[in-house]
């Protein structure tokens, strides 16, 4: 039983295509994360949502949208797909927005998107 | 405008040996900071953590220092063991933000 899980593993797509990869966590947490670790192997942020409110939104394409139906879901909606968009995407989650505490991010294993 | 930097991409070590990782930072809001490790494959897993207002944090064979002045931080594994072999990854957060480091791989030689 997964705490953080994250489908597809895997996704090779063509350039154009629309795709959406799709996230759940089951350890009651408030606030979910969607990360992107490009080429330089960078973790970066993109979206933060608490409770289903969106808290954060780096600068990240219009293409990229996040959907956040209830607090135990978070799923990211990419339109147009581009080659710079290949990466892994990695979902995460938090019992609450602040860090400190002992409050730390779960990671989900991450999802491999390959645009060709 | 990296704010966490691992200037060391790879480490390798000996078993039983120290592993020192080494991480710096520029933004003196950074309030809370973290290490994770990452196996291939997987997502990275929290490992060990420390707040600004303390200079050290043990927990078993991992030690993180913090040198608030100097914005630097780092982990110790002692001893090093064939299963610490992974990229581990600083973090250090600002309010709601968790800005990450590039990663160093450990590789620990039999």
């Known amino acids: 039983d997964t705490a953080v899980s994250q489908t597809p593993k895997y996704l090779v797509t063509q350039m154009g295509n629309d795709k959406s990869i799709k996230c759940e966590q089951n350890?009651?947490?408030?606030?979910m994360y969607w990360y992107k670790q490009d080429s330089k192997k960078f973790l970066k942020i993109m979206f933060s949502y608490n409770n289903k409110e969106l808290i954060i939104n780096e600068t990240v394409p219009n293409r990229f949208s996040p959907k956040s139906p209830d607090k135990a879901h978070l799923n990211l909606h990419i339109n147009s797909l581009e080659l710079g968009d290949s990466a892994v995407y990695f979902c995460?989650?938090?019992?609450?927005?602040?860090f400190g505490s002992g409050n730390t991010i779960y990671f989900g294993e991450g999802s491999w998107l390959t645009v060709v | 405008d990296q704010q966490v930097k691992q200037n060391s991409p790879s480490l390798s070590v000996q078993e039983g040996r120290i592993s020192i990782l080494n991480c710096d930072y520029t933004?003196?809001?950074?309030?809370?900071f973290l290490w994770y490790k990452k196996y291939p494959a997987e997502g990275p897993t929290f490992l060990i953590s420390i707040s600004s207002i303390k200079d050290k944090n043990e927990d078993g064979r991992f030690t993180v220092f913090l040198n608030k002045s100097a914005k630097h931080l780092s982990l110790h594994i002692v001893p090093s063991q064939p299963g610490d072999s992974a990229v581990y990854f600083c973090a250090a957060s600002e309010g709601y933000k968790l800005s990450f480091g590039a990663g160093t791989t450990v590789t620990v030689r039999a």
């Open positions: 995460a989650s938090s019992h609450n927005r602040a």
């Open positions: 350890l009651g947490h408030d606030t």
């Open positions: 933004n003196s809001m950074f309030d809370y």
